[in-house]
């Protein structure tokens, strides 16, 4: 039987240890994995029920968003020229 240890190309090889833990002529390979985590990154959320959505002013903000003002621009004079 072969046994493999693969690591990247950019890591050292590991120092693979073989132990002998007494099951007729098994033994235990154990090796080390550098395993770097990157930090978590937290976000704090502000979430309310739909059900006290003020639908007007909802209306109002979006209407007066420059997302939605360059979204009107961009698409009414793309769909006078088609129809």
């Keep these: 039987m072969l046994d493999v240890v693969i ?3 950019d890591l050292p090889a590991p120092t693979v ?3 002998d833990v007494g099951l007729s002529d098994h033994r ?3 090796w080390q994995v550098p395993m770097g ?4 990154v ?6 309310l029920p739909w059900r006290l959505l003020d639908h007007d002013l909802f ?3 979006l209407m007066s968003s420059p997302t939605f003002t360059a979204l009107l621009i961009f698409t009414i004079p793309s769909r006078v020229a088609i129809h």
């Design 42 to 47: 937290y976000l704090t959320t502000v979430i």
């Design 37 to 40: 985590r990157t930090p978590p």
């Design 7 to 9: 690591t990247r190309d």
């Design 59 to 61: 209306r109002q903000e």
């Design 17 to 19: 240890d073989v132990l």
């Design 28 to 30: 235990l390979l154990r």
